[in-house]
């Protein structure tokens, strides 16, 4: 198992991104969900952290995917289908941006379940000449998505490596994602190497006025007894891991709202574009 295989299993084997997002959509209050703590290390919050059924969120996924492709739903979203379409503006508008810089759209996208995105985003992308959507997921989510979702345009993979030995990919999606790795600086300095042409980062938490803070997530027992880290990043931090081969294009304010206890964060999306010269 390769690098980025073995952090996306990792990362994923103590928490589940769509299960707390499942929660607060079904059951209202922000509040009810939880960021505690301020762990000095990833194993340091791991031992306080329950996990979670992480069979149960793949079928609940599998269902509400179903339903989209079916024409039930207009879009699936963490594990919950919607009636009406809502489109992610600011994603879409970087995604255009990039087909309209290379002539095509190859996106290779990080930890994005069933293809949530993809379905969310494909009506607003039929302008495109050529698109292949690559999905970089947990084996299990691979196989169900490979089995019955899979499509000319769509496909999964169980590393980035893999996937890049398919194809060459003009932007790379981390939606929701990072703050979930257990060293999420590493993992950028890594995948900045592939020199991917866009990058863009949706759905992602920084810390207001301070260092990163690692705390654990907690979700209401209600809905589902788990608890597993989450990081929120200092944006210092993380944009200079960027300054050196990438420039800063355009930044939006993200759909998530949360903060750490005794904190306060804001969720960003960003797009990054390899420096040509």
């Not at 290379?102 to 698109?131: E, I, K, M, N, T």
């Not at 999606?173 to 703050?179: A, C, D, H, Y």
């Not at 590493?186 to 759905?203: A, E």
Request: proline share 5%; hydrophobic share 40%; charged share 20%.
């Amino acid at each position: 198992m390769n690098i980025e295989a073995k952090i996306l299993s990792f990362a994923r084997s103590v928490m589940p991104p769509i299960l707390w997002k499942y929660a607060r959509r079904s059951l209202g209050p922000l509040t009810e969900i939880q960021f505690c703590g301020n762990f000095k290390s990833w194993s340091e919050a791991a031992k306080v952290s329950s996990g979670y059924d992480e069979q149960g969120i793949l079928n609940k996924t599998i269902e509400a995917v179903r339903k989209v492709t079916n024409g039930q739903m207009a879009f699936e979203r963490d594990g919950v289908p919607f009636h009406e379409m809502q489109h992610n503006f600011p994603l879409v508008w970087a995604l255009m941006r990039a087909a309209g810089s290379y002539g095509r759209l190859h996106v290779l996208d990080f930890g994005g379940a069933l293809g949530s995105s993809y379905y969310q985003s494909r009506q607003l992308l039929s302008s495109c000449s050529s698109l292949k959507w690559a999905v970089v997921e947990q084996p299990s989510h691979v196989a169900a998505g490979n089995k019955e979702f899979a499509t000319s345009e769509l496909a999964f993979y169980e590393s980035i490596e893999s996937a890049c030995k398919e194809n060459d990919y003009d932007v790379l999606l981390l939606s929701g994602v990072i703050q979930y790795l257990p060293d999420p600086l590493s993992f950028l300095s890594h995948v900045l190497d592939r020199r991917i042409p866009s990058i863009i980062v949706d759905r992602t938490p920084f810390i207001a006025n301070g260092m990163s803070r690692l705390t654990v997530q907690h979700v209401p027992k209600r809905i589902y007894r788990a608890c597993y880290p989450a990081w929120f990043l200092s944006e210092k931090d993380f944009i200079a891991k960027f300054v050196r081969q990438y420039e800063r294009i355009a930044t939006w304010p993200a759909l998530d709202k949360h903060n750490p206890k005794g904190g306060r964060a804001e969720y960003k999306g960003f797009l990054f574009e390899f420096r040509k010269s």
